[in-house]
């Protein structure tokens, strides 16, 4: 479960880059016994539970207070302004 949350916090874009490249060479002291991609990959299926039980308890608390982005949006044609 902790490779999976550090997966979601690091810039990779997915998981077998990340495994293979990342947690290999550079966690091989935090993770000794660390295993194969594909054995890996059953493994998280058995974590999904876990997994969703933290998010949940770590997700803050809603304040109520909510910021918007004023930014304009692009649109490929004008005659689609109205539309977006």
């Known amino acids: 479960m902790t490779i999976v949350i550090a997966f ?3 810039g990779y874009r997915d998981f077998k880059t990340y495994y293979i490249y990342f947690v290999y060479r550079y966690l091989t002291n ?3 016994e660390s295993v194969s991609y594909t054995r890996m990959l059953k493994l998280m299926q ?3 539970v876990s997994l969703c039980s933290y998010l949940t308890n770590r997700q803050a608390r809603s304040t109520g207070i909510a ?3 004023s930014s304009k949006l692009q649109v490929c044609h004008n005659l689609r302004i109205l539309r977006h």
């Open 30 to 32: 935090e993770f000794p």
């Open 46 to 48: 058995g974590v999904l």
């Open 8 to 10: 979601h916090q690091s």
């Open 67 to 69: 910021f918007v982005d």
